[in-house]
């Protein structure tokens, strides 16, 4: 049965940062790409950022670009994703998920997602 399980969301002020971390089990990612999502009230989910499990190569969005960064762990089978500057704008349920292939923005061509965490953050 294939898991990922977010955890690390609270609450922050602006210009704080959190670290959110995904635990996979229950299949093998190796040619997965891990990537995170987030969806604020009444809007669509949106991407964030993404990062290849075997290379760990590593893609953003634009309004997290230098203020988020993605990694992996391989032996703990857990991806991370490191957010500083945190704004006001980017309150909203943070969502990691996996897909096969390449690296895609559309939250459709992933198959497999976690329950989400919450990460607020005040002005």
């Known amino acids: 049965q294939v898991q990922l399980v977010e955890s690390g969301g609270g609450l922050v002020q602006a210009g704080g940062s959190l670290r959110l971390s995904c635990a996979a089990s229950?299949?093998?990612?190796?040619?997965?790409?891990m990537g995170w999502f987030r969806q604020a009230p009444g809007k669509d989910r949106e991407f964030v950022a993404a990062i290849r499990w075997s290379l760990g190569n590593t893609y953003y969005a634009d309004s997290v670009k230098g203020r988020f960064t993605a990694s992996r762990d391989n032996a703990k089978n857990t991806v991370y994703l490191q957010m500083t500057s945190l704004k006001p704008e980017d309150t909203a349920v943070y969502y990691c998920?996996?897909?096969?292939?390449?690296?895609?923005?559309?939250?459709?061509?992933?198959?497999?997602w976690g329950q989400g965490t919450q990460v607020t953050v005040s002005s």
């Open positions: 229950g299949h093998t990612f190796n040619s997965y790409v």
């Open positions: 998920a996996a897909g096969p292939g390449f690296v895609r923005q559309d939250p459709r061509d992933y198959t497999y």
